[in-house]
């Protein structure tokens, strides 16, 4: 089926722009290329200046330490990320935008290429700039920023440490040839638009303005949440279904969403929830009633990758994530906490959480892998206490904890529960 030709946002802008009064249409005629100007100035510095504080904002959540260069490679906390350009290229192909991210005053990461199609690692920041960001720690926006003899528009934000000191720079910027191009475009359809349709303008205007408002409004009430960390609401289908450029940045919108919410939330192996993802699930569940906490662990795990290799491994951390998720279903949820550790949450008391977590046990020894000719099985250790809202997060844990390593040390194979009784 042939794809329907989207409406153009910019005829619906010209359409609510005109004023049916002549001599402002006149005014607007010549005084709309110094206003588009501004605008798109001032619209490129604010899009620069997000793209640029997303870049820090997204490696803080793939590991919350430092940036720092030792020996010509680039950590972010304790992951090198030396020539790994995933997340600047992801953001260059979803916004258009060069980015770079400065280490001191070296350009360390970046996606600006030389004409050979070489990186452009390794320069320095100007003089200025590095005086203004990171010298006085201020941000610095400029039209007029050189890059190999082009001009950029770019935005540089200072990247601070944990003792608030500037480590580095956050860089984002577009080519003034790119912008120079859309403000011409913007210019010359106001001209005209304010010329050939201004009688027009009157009585459409209030009511396209009213549902483009209501449009961008949904949007940035959806964005709102998503900055928030609320990734569960939709995006209203009225925005979705308008057939225009507000409706493809409803949909770009949304594929954001979904694209922070596997990035913050989910483990990249298992695609269980990670262990930030876990804890906000406890506090949520919490505050609701009682339920119960089940930490599990693969037993000689370390054996496995030893005698039948990592991505053997893999595969049997992807299997039981699998197994684990099923059995636990819309019950409760299930996260990798870290190796091959999981931690379960279940909205039933220790007893029922031990018949759930028995029958994937039980499921998980029957599976059996191979590797080169050789078979093999594996089983779980786990631990099953009681989290209340009366007490810590951290106490729930390691109660569960101290009940997987009982076990640990009393055969393995096997699901510790915790006895309220006893302890009462």
């Known amino acids: 089926m042939a794809r329907k030709k989207r409406k153009s946002l910019i005829f619906t802008i010209m359409r609510m722009s005109v004023i049916p009064i002549a001599i402002l249409g006149v005014v607007m005629t010549f005084y709309s290329q110094n206003s588009v100007h501004e605008g798109m100035v001032f619209e490129i510095e604010k899009s620069l200046s997000g793209i640029a504080h997303n870049l820090i904002s997204i490696y803080n959540v793939l590991d919350a330490g430092d940036f720092s260069q030792k020996d010509d490679r680039v950590y972010k906390g304790e992951t090198e990320i030396t020539s790994d350009y995933r997340v600047l290229d992801d953001i260059k192909n979803d916004t258009g935008a060069d980015v770079t991210v400065f ?28 005086s203004q960001v990171i010298e006085d720690g201020e941000e610095y926006f400029s039209q007029n920023v050189d890059v190999m003899g082009v001009r950029y528009f770019g935005y540089y934000v200072p990247i601070r440490n944990d003792e608030n000191e500037v480590v580095g720079v956050s860089f984002a910027g577009e080519s003034a040839e790119s912008v120079n191009t859309s403000m011409r475009f913007m210019t010359h359809g106001n001209v005209i638009i304010c010329l050939f349709i201004i009688i027009l303008a009157g009585f459409i205007c209030n009511l396209s303005a009213q549902k483009m408002v209501e449009a961008i409004q949904a949007i940035k009430r959806f964005l709102g949440r998503v900055a928030h960390g609320e990734f569960h609401h939709e995006m209203p289908e009225n925005v979705l279904k308008r057939g225009d450029e507000l409706a493809q940045m409803g949909e770009y ?15 990249p192996l298992t695609k269980l ?24 662990d693969i037993d000689f795990f370390k054996s496995v990758n030893d005698s039948y290799g990592h991505e053997k491994g893999d595969e049997v951390l992807k299997y ?79 109660r569960a904890d101290e009940l997987l390593y009982y076990g640990k040390e009393h055969g393995r194979d096997q699901i510790v529960m915790e006895s309220r009784e006893e302890e009462s």
Do not use: P
């Open 103 to 130: 280490v001191g005053d070296e350009r360390c990461l970046t996606t600006l290429v030389d004409k050979k199609g070489n990186r452009l690692v390794g320069s320095h920041l100007d003089k200025e700039v590095a």
């Open 320 to 398: 039981v994530a699998g197994a684990l998720q099923k059995a636990v279903g819309e019950d409760g949820f299930s996260a990798r906490w870290g190796g091959e550790e999981f931690l379960i949450g279940f909205d039933g008391t220790v007893n029922e959480t031990g018949k759930v977590l028995q029958g994937f046990l039980d499921d998980v020894k029957s599976k059996k892998f191979s590797h080169n000719g050789m078979e093999f099985s594996i089983s779980l250790t786990i631990g099953i206490a009681t989290y209340c809202e009366e007490e810590k997060m951290e106490e729930a844990i390691n």
């Open 273 to 296: 929830l990670n262990r930030r993802a876990a804890q906000i699930q406890m506090d949520y569940r919490r505050e609701n009633d009682c339920f119960s906490l089940a930490i599990a």
């Open 253 to 267: 919108a949304v594929a954001v969403s979904d694209s922070l919410e596997e990035m913050v939330s989910r483990d």
